[in-house]
């Protein structure tokens, strides 16, 4: 992170630069890109914006002269690449890792100290004072990254890696790395070279959202008193059925159906499982 960028309609951006080097949390990575991955994340961060799918955005993209040594196809067979950095912005690089690591490591006075900022900042439509602030918060969470999701599907996109420091907490699309789009509907896709199990594959990726959304409450639960603690659960029991919604909204939109009928959901199923046999 390299600043905070108040644009002229008074917007505020985070600008964070990606292949610049090693950070803190490298793991034991040398912190650098590549010049493919680069244009690929200006590219697709661009175009889902334009697609009205919440992500970051790209500023712009500088070539290194340095070389940049990667196994592309995770084969053993390592080259030589030219490096690159992206200039990328977001109203907030904080992660559902951001908080989980805080409560890992037993550091909840500055994990409170966290959440309440991102919600300062970020949520305004929930009041400071309230005692209910982080109920409220991951309610709101849970329920715009089952949007998020939906709208993955809709547009056939695969992120590659939903874990945790990959799902932001503003429910934008982040960390654009081995994502993909289906050429046709294939719900075992995974752009990942490297994922043999299959654990990101398209069609686990709303599992993916609850998982990680199980370790957020984790996270948030020293947080919490009982009654709010019995609240959250409920709340993330609802998210499948609030994405489930969502999705259908989505494709019934795509296919021109109005009102409600109780065979859309057949047809949306049929429609998908003959684009699959295709």
């Given at each position: 992170?390299i600043?905070?960028?108040?644009?002229?309609?008074?917007?505020r951006?985070e600008l964070?630069?990606?292949?610049?080097?090693?950070?803190?949390?490298?793991?034991?990575g040398?912190g650098?890109?590549?010049?493919?991955?680069?244009?690929?994340e200006?590219?697709c961060?661009?175009a889902?914006?334009?697609?009205?799918?919440?992500?970051s955005r790209?500023?712009?993209?500088?070539?290194?002269?340095?070389?940049?040594w990667?196994?592309q196809?995770?084969?053993?067979?390592?080259?030589?690449?030219?490096?690159?950095?992206?200039?990328?912005?977001?109203?907030?690089?904080?992660?559902?890792?951001?908080?989980?690591?805080?409560?890992?490591?037993?550091?909840?006075?500055?994990?409170?100290?966290?959440?309440?900022?991102?919600?300062q900042?970020?949520?305004?439509?929930?009041a400071m004072?309230?005692?209910?602030?982080?109920?409220?918060?991951?309610s709101?969470?849970v329920s715009?990254?089952?949007?998020?999701i939906?709208?993955?599907?809709?547009?056939?996109?695969a992120?590659?890696?939903?874990?945790?420091?990959?799902?932001?907490?503003?429910s934008?699309?982040?960390?654009?790395?081995?994502?993909g789009?289906?050429?046709?509907?294939?719900?075992?896709?995974?752009?990942?070279?490297?994922?043999?199990e299959?654990?990101?594959?398209?069609?686990?990726?709303?599992?993916?959202?609850?998982?990680?959304l199980?370790?957020l409450l984790?996270a948030?639960?020293?947080?919490?008193?009982?009654?709010?603690?019995?609240?959250?659960?409920?709340?993330?029991?609802?998210?499948g059925?609030?994405y489930?919604?969502?999705?259908?909204e989505?494709?019934?939109?795509?296919?021109?159906?109005?009102?409600?009928n109780?065979?859309?959901?057949?047809l949306i199923?049929?429609?998908l499982?003959?684009?699959?046999?295709c």
């Amino acid at each position: 992170l390299i600043g905070v960028y108040t644009n002229r309609h008074g917007e505020r951006w985070e600008l964070q630069l990606k292949g610049s080097g090693k950070t803190p949390y490298s793991r034991n990575g040398d912190g650098r890109a590549v010049l493919r991955s680069s244009v690929r994340e200006f590219l697709c961060s661009e175009a889902m914006h334009y697609l009205g799918i919440p992500t970051s955005r790209a500023a712009s993209l500088v070539v290194s002269d340095d070389d940049v040594w990667r196994d592309q196809f995770y084969n053993g067979n390592i080259k030589k690449e030219r490096g690159a950095a992206v200039l990328r912005l977001a109203k907030s690089w904080f992660r559902i890792g951001s908080l989980e690591i805080l409560a890992h490591s037993g550091e909840l006075d500055l994990q409170r100290r966290l959440l309440d900022f991102i919600i300062q900042e970020h949520f305004p439509s929930i009041a400071m004072n309230d005692s209910n602030r982080y109920l409220e918060f991951f309610s709101t969470v849970v329920s715009e990254t089952a949007n998020l999701i939906a709208l993955w599907m809709s547009v056939g996109f695969a992120h590659g890696v939903c874990n945790t420091d990959n799902f932001s907490l503003l429910s934008i699309t982040i960390d654009y790395g081995p994502f993909g789009f289906m050429d046709s509907y294939d719900p075992n896709f995974v752009p990942n070279t490297s994922d043999d199990e299959r654990r990101y594959k398209i069609g686990n990726q709303a599992n993916a959202g609850l998982f990680n959304l199980s370790k957020l409450l984790q996270a948030l639960k020293p947080l919490l008193d009982p009654r709010q603690k019995q609240l959250a659960s409920q709340i993330l029991e609802g998210y499948g059925d609030r994405y489930y919604i969502r999705f259908t909204e989505l494709f019934k939109t795509k296919l021109g159906l109005l009102g409600e009928n109780e065979d859309d959901n057949h047809l949306i199923a049929f429609l998908l499982k003959v684009s699959l046999l295709c």
